[in-house]
């Protein structure tokens, strides 16, 4: 059984008792700060050692249950190996039980525990049904921090799950990389950060750089859960104590990684992202959560699962790093994916594009633009298209039998158009229409070819009579050919390009 290292994080609704089961299970008290005491609920991070049964040491991080403190949740579970659900037995599973849930769902954490707690004042069983139907698959334990009923069981369990896991220690190699999560001070020694070691190791004498800002500094000393070391690993918990950079210059959110590592921050990142509702549109202002790190942006379709993130504040990404996706207002947390290039070109959609995605997204090497160094996506062999259902290939028909001037988005059955979509048999022109790529084809031909006799160039009203439609659906397969580069729009003519014709 390997005993490498790994972090737990917590997670559940407040004051569903993830802090106290924390307590009972180290010994420590994770809410250290006077006002997280006085008022009986977690505002920021903690952090414990947990010894299981087999001697191996998990790092334990602590989140909020509060609904107003998502953000700190995420900035925690972003660096977790597995996780520990809370679920009160007396409440069962809650609002915040279920964003949680699907932060760890978009961070692909897929491997956890539920502790179904305060089962010393209500039966549990209701509570481990709703929480079972919310993770299937997670084993699930009734306990009671008080009595310390079921604690023993649930070290085992965790113990088990665990050994499953493969540590992110074991990537002998790779650039340090820890996401910023506390900055102080401490007299006498200077700079201290801690966070989540994603990947190599740090240890003293080691040259190292904050990002963005670009901060050189040397490493005095390192600890993992209060313990000097001579080298800190992947999937620990770790304070780094810096020499040359001041207490004022680093920031929670950036990232220490080594003066050679190659990782830079960047505005722009192409993501596959996936959602737990109906798909956002193309353009809409969302929230993005990387590390310990957050920042708005606007999400650009390029084409089935695939967006580009336009970022109003730099992240320091690598290939294969996970993505948390909220919206702004009300906030929610709405989706997540994996960063399939970490350093793009501004760009809209193409099918070269798209082909370039689809090898990225299934662990290939990338013939296309420079990307960051890095781990790429785990290598997955590609999975067997799946058979369209008779309603979505009727659907299939409709947008054929429409051509130009298909029916709107809100008229059609979102799961038939999602599979049209994935399949490549439906092409979102709009934010509100999908056509056929048949009919697509056909309107790039006659396109050209009313450009032909027109100069090079083709109006709104030109392609409507053309096409025997209506402004609005002319409007929108223009604009579409515009980000597809087969048109440019100089005035109110687009004009096709050269390497189109």
């Known amino acids: 059984m390997t005993r490498a290292p790994l972090t737990l994080g917590t997670a559940g609704h407040i004051d569903h008792g993830k802090t106290a089961l924390v307590r009972a299970l180290t010994g420590v008290n994770t809410d250290r700060l006077p006002e997280e005491r006085v008022r009986g609920i977690s505002i920021a991070l903690g952090y414990a050692k947990l010894t299981l049964p087999s001697a191996r040491e998990l790092s334990v ?11 700190t949740m995420v900035a925690g579970a972003t660096g977790i190996d597995m996780y520990l659900m809370t679920v009160a037995a007396d409440d069962g599973v809650m609002p915040q039980t279920r964003e949680h849930a699907a932060v760890l769902h978009a961070l692909g954490v897929g491997a956890g525990v539920v502790a179904v707690t305060k089962s010393d004042l209500a039966d549990p069983e209701l509570a481990m049904i709703e929480a079972s139907e919310l993770l299937p698959g997670a084993e699930l334990v009734a306990v009671s921090a008080r009595t310390g009923q079921g604690l023993d069981e649930l070290r085992a369990v965790l113990d088990r799950v665990a050994a499953q896991l493969r540590s992110r220690a074991v990537d002998e190699g790779e650039a340090p990389r820890l996401h910023i999560d506390r900055v102080f001070t401490i007299r006498g020694a200077g700079t201290v950060l801690t966070g989540t070691l994603w990947s190599g190791s740090i240890g003293p004498g080691d040259e190292v750089m904050i990002l963005p800002s670009g901060l050189r500094a040397r490493v005095r000393a390192v600890q993992v859960h209060d313990a000097a070391v001579e080298r800190a690993v992947a999937g620990q918990r770790v304070a780094v104590n810096l020499t040359g950079v001041a207490v004022e210059d680093v920031k929670r959110g950036e990232v220490l990684t080594s003066a050679g590592s190659g990782l830079r921050a960047t505005y722009l990142i192409d993501a596959s992202l996936s959602f737990e509702g109906r798909e956002p549109d193309s353009g809409v202002r969302v929230q993005v959560h990387h590390g310990t790190r957050e920042s708005p942006a606007r999400l650009a379709w390029l084409g089935g699962p695939f967006w580009q993130i336009r970022l109003e504040q730099q992240l320091v990404p690598s290939p294969g790093d996970r993505l948390v996706i909220r919206q702004i207002a009300p906030p929610d947390t709405i989706g997540g994916g994996t960063v399939l290039d970490a350093r793009p070109r501004k760009h ?31 290598r997955e062999t590609p999975p067997e298209p799946q058979p369209l259902t008779p309603s979505a290939l009727a659907l299939e028909q409709r947008l054929l039998e429409a051509r130009f001037e298909p029916p709107l988005d809100s008229e059609l059955d979102a799961a038939d158009l999602a599979a049209l979509r994935t399949s490549g048999r439906a092409v979102r022109v709009s934010k509100t229409l999908h056509y056929h790529p048949a009919a697509l084809d056909e309107v790039r031909e006659r396109v050209v070819a009313v450009a032909e006799r027109h100069g090079g160039a083709v109006t709104l009203g030109q392609l409507r009579d053309e096409l025997g439609t209506s402004r609005k659906f002319a409007q929108a397969l223009l604009e579409h050919l515009d980000s597809e580069r087969v048109t440019i729009r100089r005035g109110e003519a687009h004009h096709v390009r050269r390497s189109v014709t």
């Open 61 to 71: 991080i602590d989140v909020p249950g509060h609904e107003r403190f998502v953000r």
């Open 348 to 378: 809209g959609p193409s099918r070269e594009l798209l082909v370039r995605l689809e090898r990225l997204a299934r662990g290939e090497s990338d013939d296309g633009p420079p990307t960051s160094p890095g781990p790429t996506a785990p």
